[in-house]
């Protein structure tokens, strides 16, 4: 595998089940994120860990749960979710600080979740 | 309120031709642009940057135009191709927060 990696690429489930949302990074990196995408709208960061601590949540409801294990994997663990949820939920990596430049970040495939 | 806009969501260009996407934002403070492309099924990957302290960055067929006062950017592909079909986002990097933000994206459609 190379790259960002992450599983399942699609999920429904309803609105009282509990799943998760895997992320793998192959780069080397130190800082993971989880972006939520909804249609028409901007890319909206939902949190960030950097050196395996989270540094950024971004008002994110409580159904929503990130856990950051290691510098390779990232999960997003959802409970209780509600219809306006449905989305592209995407994780990136970089290397943080970035050296002397911009924030380049590698974005995964995505996982597109319905929740019905 | 968006700090990074996108205003318009589709441009259908002629192959051969010149693609113009543009990006107007708002914070004075971000140092880097940065555009991404996105097909379908697949997450975005960086296409080029451009510092804030440059006008102009060229990279093969695209390049970037950052106009401060204006604080408006512009990515310019050309000659466009069927291949470069895809949603474009445009992003700007705050040194001092360490994030992106992203805008709505545009759809680029080149059609043969």
């Known amino acids: 595998e190379t790259g960002v990696t992450q599983t399942p690429r699609h999920l429904v489930m309803g609105m009282t089940n509990k799943k998760s949302l895997k992320c793998e990074q192959h780069?080397?990196?130190?800082?993971m994120y989880w972006y939520k995408q909804s249609a028409k709208k901007p890319l909206e960061l939902m949190f960030v860990?950097?050196?395996?601590?989270?540094?950024e949540n971004n008002s994110v409801p409580s159904r929503f749960s990130p856990e950051c294990p290691n510098s390779s994997h990232l999960f997003l663990h959802l409970h209780t979710l509600q219809p306006e949820d449905s989305a592209l939920y995407l994780c990136?990596?970089?290397?943080?600080?970035?050296?002397?430049?911009?924030?380049?970040?590698?974005f995964g495939p995505g996982t597109r979740l319905t929740v019905l | 309120d968006q700090q990074v806009k996108q205003n318009s969501p589709s441009l259908s260009v002629q192959e051969g031709r010149i693609s113009i996407l543009n990006c107007d934002y708002t914070?004075?403070?971000?140092?880097?642009f940065l555009w991404y492309k996105k097909y379908p099924a697949e997450g975005p990957t960086f296409l080029i940057s451009?510092?804030?302290?440059?006008d102009k960055n060229e990279d093969g067929r695209f390049t970037v135009f950052l106009n401060k006062s204006a604080k408006h950017l512009s990515l310019h592909i050309v000659p466009s191709q069927p291949g470069d079909s895809a949603v474009y986002f445009c992003?700007?990097?705050?040194?001092?927060?360490?994030?992106?933000?992203f805008g709505s994206g545009t759809q680029l459609t080149v059609l043969p």
């Open positions: 860990y950097s050196l395996e601590e989270r540094v």
């Open positions: 992003a700007a990097f705050s040194g001092s927060a360490r994030q992106l933000t």
């Open positions: 780069l080397g990196h130190n800082a």
């Open positions: 990136a990596s970089s290397q943080d600080p970035p050296s002397g430049g911009p924030n380049e970040q590698f």
């Open positions: 914070n004075s403070m971000f140092d880097y």
């Open positions: 451009i510092s804030s302290i440059k």
